[in-house]
């Protein structure tokens, strides 16, 4: 073994950095998709020979994808539905904000209510500020759904990678 894992454990403690990596960005507690790119790293770092390597590039490759999708495709359906990134760095402060109020379902409750209250502000229009709320939210499940299939990408040729070497 060329590696700094403990004998025995060069597969599953890379799978199971993975697999936490992949439920965090289901729920976005941790950086999901840069953890599953580390479980990859690590056992690329622990295997011998190049193969891991290569593996490893695959998977920046998913995970340069996953990112640039990520940003890409929701931002393009936002400013189309009027939503603007301000407002959405607020929201998120709203989240964080209700992180502390509301254990659990904080984040979401606090985002989504800053959502509202930031569009109905300027018109006064609550069914405007619902269809922007609502672009934000399918934005938003979007952004999560592209770095769900990046980090599934990068776990399932990971596991090539396990078979071949």
């Given at each position: ?35 599953t790119l580390l479980g ?40 189309a539905d009027g939503v ?39 018109q006064r229009d609550g ?39």
């Amino acid at each position: 073994m060329s590696g700094f894992l403990p004998e025995g454990t060069t597969t599953w403690v890379p799978g199971l950095i993975i697999l936490i990596g992949m439920l965090g960005i289901v729920v976005p507690v941790l950086p999901g998709l840069l953890l599953t790119l580390l479980g990859v790293l690590i056992w690329a770092i622990d295997m011998p020979g190049t193969t891991p390597w290569v593996i490893f590039g695959l998977c920046c490759v998913w995970f340069a994808a996953g990112l640039a999708g990520q940003y890409l495709i929701p931002g393009k359906r936002l400013k189309a539905d009027g939503v603007r990134t301000g407002s959405l760095v607020i929201a998120a402060l709203c989240g964080i904000a209700g992180m502390f109020l509301i254990p659990v379902v904080g984040f979401f409750v606090g985002f989504v209510l800053g959502l509202f209250v930031l569009a109905y502000l300027p018109q006064r229009d609550g069914a405007v500020a619902w269809r922007r709320t609502k672009a934000a939210l399918k934005a938003i499940m979007t952004s999560i759904g592209i770095e769900l299939i990046a980090a599934v990408l990068i776990a399932v040729t990971w596991v090539v990678g396990v078979v071949i070497t």
